[in-house]
């Protein structure tokens, strides 16, 4: 019995020795690729910085990287920040590279909305939902509610923020915002979240840790998150009673409308918006879609998180850059003013509408330039149907996942330049001082391709709203100490929020 214990003490011995070995040699920078689990101890233990660690790695390999996972997982991913690898991808061979299986399983609590569906069934989402934001009165609701949402929610928040002189949580106050403005233009019916009593909103919460949980899912093993699951523990126990509360709020949206429209009762104001909501439970069976409740959750869910995260996480970076770039905020207060009327007074609190901020050229290439150093949506995650040689020459296979990281994308001096940790405005302006278009895998903010973003123009016609408004009559400043960091969800928001103290500029 002796001679065997000496024996397992000589293997523990020796393994132990090897992992040494392995965690004190030079990886150059790399993530260790460990025996048997790959590089997942790293990627793990890296968790709270995964997006800068993303970029280290993408600076260090020229772009494109192979991580190991798991011997027993399956999750060798390819992570690639290559513009010629992203056109390829996303447009050039764009039938072999659905969003796949796994990524309907990562986020299945999306159903199968049109971030989720891929082929015929995404053809279908987008075409019908295209036809709503294209419509005419579509855009006016949105102008609109874009409008009525600031005048009458966002500006008295501000100004109690600043008669009574407290901090603000600004993230917080956007992200009620563009809820509010997203339910309304989704639903047709305002949740009135943004208030001065701030009070709780479950449905958004839920929506934070249903990314958060997402995220994780893109990590660990699918053994143990879908281990996780089953026994209701970790971060899946927060999906599921995330998953709970959306539904609930969701179906409570879908059972008023059905009875408002079956009675006849919607108000005169709501007949004339267009929500989607109603849109498609008027038009569609004209449209050929089956609008059951189950589809109407999922198409609801997907816009929802589409319309309230992506705007503002967007809006919460930009103040915050435009804050720290006195130059940038000198500018565009020049611009703004510009914009005013020389039959009106200068110089005093005013509010600007959609169509007055139509030709802002130099806010606009501001908001790009905040989008490619923040983009609300880090990484993209696709997964190759038969075996590919990418341009770059990695060989990819159905087995392996693709992941497009958009946040170190935005910092890569090969695509950007040496200057491309600086928050340039000027990057997007032409010599002829009109706005200059990036191609689309290279600005991959607003996807590319066939999949390229339906609500673009809805977002910054938000975007231009809010932030020529705030700029123009308040002074924001953070409050001293307070950490900026990115999160770690598949939204980019700011990890301990955006505190700040703000003032009005004109009495």
């Given amino acids: 019995m002796a001679i065997i214990g000496v024996g397992y003490i000589e293997i523990f011995l020796a393994m132990l020795c090897y992992f040494l070995f392995h965690a004190l040699k030079d990886t150059k920078g790399y993530p260790r690729n460990w025996p048997i689990f790959g590089t997942l101890p790293g990627t793990l233990f890296n968790i709270r910085k995964i997006h800068e660690r993303a970029t280290m790695i993408m600076r260090r390999s020229g772009g494109t990287y ?10 060798d991913t390819l992570a690639t920040v290559d513009p010629a690898n992203v056109h390829y991808i996303m447009s050039q061979n764009f039938m072999n590279f659905p969003k796949g299986p796994k990524f309907k399983e990562f986020f299945d609590v999306l159903g199968d909305g049109i971030f989720n569906s891929d082929m015929d069934l995404w053809k279908i989402q987008r075409k019908t939902t295209h036809s709503l934001i294209t419509h005419q009165q579509f855009h006016k609701f949105l102008i609109k509610t874009s409008r009525h949402k600031v005048e009458k929610g966002l500006i008295p928040v501000l100004d109690h923020v600043c008669h009574k002189g407290v901090i603000v949580d600004l993230q917080d106050l956007f992200q009620r915002f563009t809820f509010d403005t997203t339910c309304t233009l989704v639903t047709g019916y305002d949740p009135g979240c943004v208030s001065i009593d701030f009070p709780d909103v479950p449905f958004s919460k839920a929506m934070d840790d249903a990314e958060e949980a997402i995220l994780v899912r893109h990590i660990m093993p699918e053994v143990i998150w879908r281990l996780q699951k089953l026994l209701r523990i970790g971060e899946e126990k927060k999906l599921i009673k995330a998953w709970e509360t959306m539904d609930t709020v969701i179906g409570s949206y879908i059972s008023k409308k059905r009875a408002e429209l079956k009675t006849n009762q919607l108000k005169e104001e709501d007949a004339e918006g267009f929500d989607l909501l109603t849109f498609y439970l008027k038009e569609g069976q004209n449209l050929g879609v089956n609008c059951d409740d189950r589809f109407l959750r999922d198409t609801i869910l997907n816009l929802m ?79 190759p149907l038969q075996e590919d040689t990418l341009p770059s020459g990695h060989k990819v296979h159905p087995k392996m996942k693709i992941l497009f990281s958009l946040y170190a994308m935005g910092r890569m001096e090969f695509i950007w330049g040496k200057d491309c940790l600086e928050f340039k405005p000027e990057r997007w302006i032409s010599e002829r001082g009109t706005i200059k278009h990036e191609p689309s895998y290279k600005f991959l903010t607003f996807n590319a391709g066939p999949r390229t973003c339906l609500g673009k123009e809805v977002a910054f016609t938000q975007m231009k709203v809010v932030a020529a408004n705030i700029i123009h009559n308040y002074q924001v400043e953070v409050v001293e100490g307070h950490p900026i960091e990115p999160n770690s969800s598949v939204i980019l928001y700011m990890r301990h929020g955006f505190k700040v103290r703000i003032s009005r500029r004109w009495t």
Avoid at 66 to 75: H, R, Y
Avoid at 307 to 318: A, K
Avoid at 330 to 335: A, F, M, V
Avoid at 362 to 371: I, R, T, V, W
Wanted: hydrophobic share 35%.
């Fill in 66 to 75: 192979l991580s190991k996972g798991p011997i027993f997982a399956n999750m």
């Fill in 305 to 383: 998180i589409a319309g309230r995260d992506t705007t503002s996480s967007s809006l919460t970076w930009f103040i915050w850059l435009v804050t720290k770039n006195p130059q940038v905020e000198k500018k565009l207060r020049e611009e703004i003013n510009s914009i005013i009327p020389e039959e009106e007074e200068h110089g005093k609190w005013r509010l600007f509408n959609v169509h007055e901020l139509n030709k802002s050229v130099y806010l606009h290439g501001a908001l790009c330039e905040s989008l490619r150093l923040y983009p609300p949506v880090p990484i993209q995650h696709k997964e």
